[in-house]
């Protein structure tokens, strides 16, 4: 995050110094790849994909909106060209803000009962999940070690009795 707000503000001190902006949104984004992380798509609304500069009204970027097939908001960039288009959806909610959508933590499912407690977004990797699949059944890894504890207890008695019917 530090690293887009000195992008930012780079920008707005000298507007003409568009490749340092570049080099921290690229930084930015490289170290998101890295690290398995979800940009928030509030922050990736304001990035060109295309040249990686940060996109300011009436800096880098110019914004309109239209109203031809169906509402929507046009992002032109100024460094390189490119179009976003935002559609004016009233029911349509972005990932991040839709609260179903996140990711629980193994720490936040609750064993007995399979429901959470509190999640919050963009917490947790791709790694994390893999991680938490032996915590999310109900009885994870103890079930089957009592039951080889029982089994190796049996065969231990079943070899002792075996050992006293053959000695007497």
């Known amino acids: 995050m530090e690293t887009l707000q000195a992008a930012y503000l780079t920008l707005t001190v ?3 110094n568009t490749g340092l902006v570049r080099f921290y949104i690229n930084t930015l984004k490289t170290i998101a790849q890295r ?9 990736k609304r304001t990035i060109c994909k295309r040249c ?3 996109l300011v009204p009436g800096l880098t970027a110019t914004i309109r909106s239209r109203r031809r097939r169906e509402k929507h908001t046009v992002v032109t960039c100024l460094e390189c060209g490119l179009v976003k288009r935002f559609l004016w959806r009233p029911d349509h909610q972005l990932w991040i803000d839709n609260p179903a959508a996140w990711l629980k933590m193994p ?3 609750d064993n007995s009962t399979m429901t959470t407690t509190s999640s919050t977004p963009l917490e947790g990797a791709v790694a994390n999940t893999s991680a938490s699949v032996k915590d999310l059944s109900p009885h ?5 070690t009592e039951t080889n504890s029982k089994t190796q207890e049996s ?12 000695i007497s």
């Open 52 to 54: 990686f500069s940060l």
């Open 107 to 109: 720490s936040e499912v």
């Open 140 to 144: 994870g890894i103890s079930q089957k």
């Open 14 to 16: 000298n507007p003409q």
């Open 155 to 166: 065969t231990s008695e079943i070899n002792a009795e075996t050992l006293n019917t053959g």
């Open 35 to 43: 690290q398995v992380l979800r940009l928030d798509p509030h922050l």
